[in-house]
């Protein structure tokens, strides 16, 4: 049974260019939350979605990042025009259902901004 | 922000119990007791939980004081595999609704040879 899975696992960008992460949750879950983790900081939630609403956004920046859960594939983080400051570990975790005990964590994408 | 106090580093040498504390002084009647720990470059893992009694599992037992405010993680057997930052959580559970995990800066563990 594979666990959560994100692509790539490393991705560079230069300064205004768009980056897409994707995260491929657990068989069975539709649950999907993103995390975003900086250097020497713990992590810090971003977005939660059900496949195709989102939840709760209240952790995302108002400008530049959106995130989707469509019916069929992967859930889409997207962050355009980006910058340095957004270099960082963006995780992706999921779960069976709301609130469930244990969220289940992929490996990350290191987004690296030149 | 975290609602939870955790020591920035512990050291443990390999085979012996880590103990590691966590203060949660304004824990409500309804807020679990979480924790997680993270692997160098690894997304993190569900290590126990807890709500009132004592619990323990495979990896790990989470002793609660009695009035809820702090907790205690305990690895029995510390191996160098467990070097990790380990993270206290508190966090409402619920069937509804969003409740992410918010996560502090947690114990950087290292289990010595």
């Known amino acids: 049974n594979a666990g959560v899975m994100q692509n790539p696992r490393h991705l560079v960008r230069r300064r205004g260019q768009e980056a897409r992460l994707r995260c491929s949750p657990m068989k069975g879950h539709s649950h999907v939350y993103w995390y975003r983790q900086l250097p020497e900081e713990g992590l810090k939630f971003m977005v939660y979605?059900?496949?195709?609403?989102?939840?709760?956004e209240s952790g995302m920046p108002k400008e530049r990042f959106s995130a989707e859960f469509p019916k069929e594939g992967p859930s889409i983080l997207r962050i355009q025009q980006v910058v340095r400051g957004d270099s960082a570990a963006y995780f992706c975790?999921?779960?069976?259902?709301?609130?469930?005990?244990?969220?289940?964590f992929g490996p990350g994408t290191r987004l690296t901004v030149t | 922000d975290a609602k939870t106090t955790q020591p920035p580093s512990m050291d443990c040498a390999e085979g012996r119990a880590a103990n590691l504390p966590c203060n949660h002084s304004t824990i409500s009647g309804n807020e679990y007791v979480y924790w997680y720990r993270q692997i160098h470059s690894q997304g993190p893992q569900y290590i126990i939980h807890g709500l009132k009694n004592n619990e323990t599992n495979e990896m790990a037992s989470l002793i609660i004081t009695e009035d809820r405010k702090s907790s205690t993680l305990i690895l029995p057997h510390a191996t160098l595999r467990d070097t990790a930052v380990y993270y206290c959580i508190v966090r409402v559970a619920h069937l509804s609704g969003n409740t992410p995990l918010v996560f502090g800066k947690g114990t950087r563990l290292s289990v010595i040879a």
């Open positions: 979605l059900q496949k195709e609403n989102i939840i709760d």
């Open positions: 975790a999921s779960s069976p259902e709301a609130g469930a005990i244990e969220q289940y």
